[in-house]
């Protein structure tokens, strides 16, 4: 036997050479254009004829050479069949839903839920019939909750604002027994620490706002699929309209090429961070997946790559809401806002009862999650040390 094949390259090898010219520019010229001008009319039909199937240049929300570059890296980056993108992470979720449900299905969804996809379900998904329901995050009540009429599972993975873990192998395995769908925010992972199509999603979503673009400057959501789900996922993004700008997409090519670079860093001032915090006495409790226990822990050494910038805190019951609101007041380096992904350290506290429906949090203390961004870990912590304090005594 020959032995000339090649390896396949490493994830950051393989996210620097996605959607590049192959000579020339290093990087693929931005293409702003709404019509694309034909020479004839022969060609002109053909184009017509095959474009249900194939990426071919046509019109402006169809693709330019700038959006189908990111698609390329983007299907690196969470190894599927193809990819479409969306102007913001919860647009791409809407036109997931869009795409696969009909009135008179019914879809289960995670408790631990991005919180504006509650809205999402409670108002426009039931206006087209589309029942829901939400599981317990550790997917322990999954299989009791699916119905007739379920045709999708949605999960996120950890779970918004507390991380919780689920075997997403064993979800998949239950969605394929009885018909359903999986899709799966993979926003927390960002495909370079998770990879959900690989354990059995069909549809990967990621709130490229994030990680992706990692400098606060540009909203984007991406949805990558299998080869099955991705006709019906192609169609609805066609129908619905949805593209993004030109220089929207340079940008965010552009933060994929040093994505596993500042997720190494993100994730070592995280774990400065968490170690610090995990020693205060004002704190309760650390969340984290580097820190999850039990089933928490094995799912996250065997499916993830690591961590991110993310950690949330439980403060002891010493810690009153308004001690906590005036903390963070203090916090020089953690701006107070939302989101998360950039290069910058972000703080906001957590309402966990308007973010969950099944579980109660009334006995527990106040809360906030951190973004570690990519400055000194010693500035952040110490900008704690002064903010804790100064407040929490
Ligand atoms: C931010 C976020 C979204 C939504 O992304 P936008 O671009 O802000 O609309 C979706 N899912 C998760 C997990 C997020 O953190």
Same mark, same amino acid.
């Given at each position: 036997m020959e032995d000339t094949k090649k390896t396949k390259a490493g994830l950051s090898t393989s996210l620097l050479r996605? $959607?590049?010219?192959?000579? $020339? #520019? @290093?990087n693929t010229p931005v293409t702003r254009g709404s019509t694309y001008v034909f020479d004839t009319v022969a060609q002109w039909n053909d184009t017509r004829r095959r474009r249900g199937e194939e990426r071919l240049l046509s019109y402006g929300s169809r693709g330019t050479d700038s959006t189908h570059a990111l698609e390329d890296a983007l299907v690196e980056l969470e190894g599927g069949h193809r990819a479409r993108i969306f102007p913001t992470g919860l647009a791409a979720i809407a036109v997931v839903f869009l795409a696969y449900l009909k009135a008179g299905d019914h879809v289960l969804i995670t408790d631990? @839920?991005? &919180?504006?996809v509650r809205r999402l379900c409670a108002e426009s998904l039931a206006q087209l019939g589309i029942t829901h329901t939400y599981y317990s995050p550790d997917g322990s009540d999954l299989a009791d909750k699916?119905?007739?009429?379920?045709?999708m599972i949605y999960a996120e993975n950890? $779970?918004?604002?507390?991380y919780d873990m689920v075997d997403l192998r064993a979800v998949s395995a239950l969605a394929k027994k009885h018909g359903c769908l999986l899709a799966v925010d993979n926003t927390w992972g960002s495909g370079i620490l998770y990879q959900p199509l690989a354990l059995g999603a069909d549809i990967s979503v990621i709130a490229a706002t994030k990680y992706l673009s990692g400098h606060s400057d540009v909203m984007m959501g991406t949805v990558v699929t299998n080869e099955a789900a991705w006709p019906a996922m192609n169609r609805a993004a066609l129908n619905y309209g949805q593209t993004v700008g030109a220089d929207d997409a340079y940008l965010m090519l552009r933060g994929l090429r040093t994505l596993p670079l500042r997720m190494r860093a993100h994730q070592e001032n995280m774990l400065a961070v968490a170690d610090w915090l995990s020693r205060d006495k004002r704190v309760a409790r650390v969340m984290c997946p580097a820190y999850a226990e039990g089933e928490d822990r094995k799912i996250f050494e065997r499916d993830f790559k690591g961590s991110n910038g993310l950690l949330s805190v439980e403060f002891a019951p010493t810690v009153s809401l308004a001690k906590m609101e005036a903390m963070i007041d203090a916090l020089e380096y953690f701006g107070l806002g939302a989101s998360w992904g950039g290069y910058e350290s972000l703080v906001v506290p957590m309402n966990m009862p308007a973010a969950r429906?099944?579980?109660? #949090?009334? &006995?527990r203390g106040a809360m906030c999650r951190f973004h570690c961004g990519l400055e000194d870990a010693e500035d952040l912590i110490a900008d704690l040390q002064r903010a804790f304090d100064a407040h929490l005594s």
């Open positions: 996605a $959607g590049r010219p192959h000579r $020339g #520019w @290093v631990a @839920v991005y &919180e504006p699916i119905q007739p009429n379920t045709t950890p $779970g918004s604002l507390t429906s099944l579980s109660s #949090w009334s &006995e």
